[in-house]
């Protein structure tokens, strides 16, 4: 590998690199990745190989076509459709299925404030069964401390409700971050 004016190889910063972000979870390792990316420019990747194979014979008689899907590299992460998320999380009340949804449109779909047509929308993107009554159940997650109000007639994601979602399945470990939450919560209160 070459190395760069400092004197670092490729694969000394590519140990530094791994090093950093296997210290962080998932979803903020993911945040970085998609900063560097977009720091760099997403086709960094295909100009780097494109790049490395420029000089190989065949590379230039046989063009890869353009609109030939490329496999995903090893530090890519695919997000999951919103079918496939709220297929893996369980919810079972309209409650818990609004609050799934709002971390879907919030760490998924880069969208942290969202109106009730949002959800109805992203529930049916799910295929999930139609709410009765989107604006009540949005209502209920609100009064159950999923989501907190937002700017102008907007709603979002409240931390409670973000450490639930992040415990489903396990249900009583999604219970347990919410009534946790709580506490804290309600501590703040009495201390102010």
Do not use: W
Request: proline residues 6%; contains cysteine; aromatic residues 8%.
């Amino acid at each position: 590998m070459d190395d760069d004016d400092n004197g670092t190889s490729a694969a000394q910063a590519l140990g530094k690199i791994i090093e950093v972000l296997s210290r962080l979870d998932e979803a903020s390792r993911a945040r970085v990745l998609k900063s560097v990316s977009t720091f760099f420019g997403s086709n960094a990747v295909e100009e780097d190989r494109s790049h490395h194979y420029s000089s190989r014979p065949e590379a230039t008689q046989n063009p890869v076509p353009s609109h030939t899907p490329q496999r995903p590299s090893f530090s890519q992460k695919l997000d999951p459709s919103p079918k496939q998320f709220l297929f893996e999380k369980r919810p079972q009340t309209d409650v818990e299925r609004v609050a799934c949804l709002a971390y879907y449109l919030t760490h998924f779909r880069d969208t942290p404030h969202f109106t009730t047509l949002d959800l109805a929308q992203l529930n049916t993107e799910a295929a999930q069964p139609k709410f009765s009554n989107t604006s009540y159940a949005a209502n209920n997650a609100l009064n159950a401390g999923y989501l907190v109000a937002a700017t102008k007639n907007t709603r979002q994601l409240s931390a409670p409700g973000e450490l639930f979602v992040m415990a489903l399945p396990d249900r009583e470990a999604a219970r347990n971050a919410m009534t946790s939450a709580r506490r804290k919560s309600a501590r703040r209160k009495k201390a102010e």
